[in-house]
């Protein structure tokens, strides 16, 4: 484990520097190299949702994999649901399952979240040392995990066995036998639920029906896929990040405290600050320019969800945390029909986590840390934490 060195005190912990800022106001874009597929960034917020909504021009529906930055078309073939699919037809696979992913907004929902996340934050309070990405971070997203998918939740126990990453291991970005170890145990699964069919989201996908014709073994798993990778590293960096920032602004976790009606505020603001996912990409279908520059049909754009989120054009003090930010039109949930599917569980998840913090932790104290860096042709992101040590201490 890393210790803080000189260097690092130099800035917050929880600082998390805007290494676009300077491409976005010059010309709004970058160029990066990917598996020999390039990539160009779109930086700016308007850019950015624009081509979030032009989804005749910047498809989503190309060959599975080739949307994610970085690709994943060499260790999957199973196309993600509604993730990687079009309208007309991505309409009725959303309005199937997004009822379901709706459910965080139940009462009864909501008392078994705060239940999970009460009982954890009970555990780590006045242990002397607590990793927050694994023993924290991770566990609260697997046992959230059970309610969203409405199983025993004794099965998050499984995926926390799996570490962190669902795709990538400690020395390899996009790891096939590491992404195996969910496929099979999807495949398992999906049988089980045909077999005995229970209340589950696997049961309630193989029960439904698309255009007619009832949802095949492939398409309940690339619902599945997105659900379990798609919600996995984005909730642990949120969680993760959140907790290094009211570490070192107290204050901030009293005001909290004494103003709760600002909760949902300042989830947005975290979300919009931290950006959990840096971007997502999409094929374009036609040559066309974005920003006065021209990209070829065919090539791969993305939209860069953490630059368009620090943009000065947009945000006023867009590189501070503002608890109650007035307007806040961030795209740290995406932007337009695409928008994250799991967007209201994890909202759920950090308004019960902050409001459990606030009322039950007194201080939390940084030990020792080391950055989660992404690369990104000239950019360097800090993403997060690969692991991070705390003390929180009790009121």
């Known amino acids: 484990m890393e210790h803080v060195t000189k260097d690092q005190k130099k800035t917050k912990t929880s600082e998390f520097p805007d290494p676009f800022e300077q491409a976005r106001i010059q010309k709004g874009y970058s160029d990066i190299e990917d598996q020999n ?3 160009t960034m779109l930086l700016r917020l308007k850019d950015v949702r624009k081509t ?5 021009t910047f498809i989503s529906g190309a060959k599975p994999g080739r949307i994610v930055v970085p690709s994943e078309v060499a260790i999957r073939d199973i196309r993600q649901i509604p993730f990687e ?3 007309p037809e991505h309409t009725d696979y959303r309005n199937l399952v997004e009822p379901w992913f709706k459910r965080p907004l ?3 929902y909501q008392a078994k979240l705060k239940g999970i996340i009460d009982e954890l934050v009970d555990e780590v309070i006045n242990k002397e040392d607590v990793e927050v990405v694994a023993d924290f971070s991770l566990k609260l997203q697997s046992r959230a995990l059970t309610l969203l998918l409405n199983i025993p939740y004794e099965e998050s126990e499984t995926w926390i066995s799996w570490g962190v990453h669902v795709f990538r291991s400690e020395d390899t970005a996009l790891d096939g036998d590491k992404a195996n170890i969910l496929y099979d145990y999807l495949d398992e699964q999906i049988d089980k639920a045909i077999e005995n069919p229970g209340n589950d989201l ?4 193989l029960s439904s029906e698309v255009n007619g014709q009832k949802m095949s073994k492939e398409e309940v798993k690339g619902v599945m896929i997105l659900t379990f990778a798609g919600g996995r590293d984005t909730v642990i960096n949120a969680v993760t990040n959140s907790i290094s920032y009211f570490a070192e602004n107290p204050k901030a976790l009293k005001r909290i405290h004494e103003e709760p009606e600002i909760i949902t505020k300042a989830v947005e603001e975290l979300v919009r600050y931290f950006s959990p996912l840096t971007h997502m990409g999409r094929v374009v279908t036609e ?6 520059h021209a990209i070829k049909n065919d090539s791969r754009v993305s939209m860069c969800w953490a630059s368009a989120n620090r943009d000065s054009a947009v945000f006023e003090k867009p590189n501070e945390v ?4 007035k307007i806040n039109p961030h795209v740290g949930f995406g932007f337009s029909h695409h928008n994250c599917l799991g967007a209201t569980h994890a909202r759920q998840i950090l308004k019960v986590l902050l409001g459990s913090l606030a ?3 007194g201080g939390i104290e940084i030990k020792n840390y080391k950055d989660n860096i992404e690369e990104w042709g000239e950019f360097n992101r800090k993403v997060g934490f690969d692991n991070i040590t705390v003390n929180f201490s009790g009121k």
């Open 85 to 87: 699919v079009d309208p």
């Open 202 to 205: 696997y049961s309630m996908l």
């Open 287 to 292: 040559d066309t320019k974005v920003c006065e």
């Open 52 to 56: 979030a909504h032009n989804w005749k």
């Open 106 to 108: 139940e009462e009864e």
């Open 37 to 39: 597929d390039p990539v």
């Open 359 to 361: 009322e039950k932790v």
């Open 322 to 325: 503002v608890l109650d930010r």
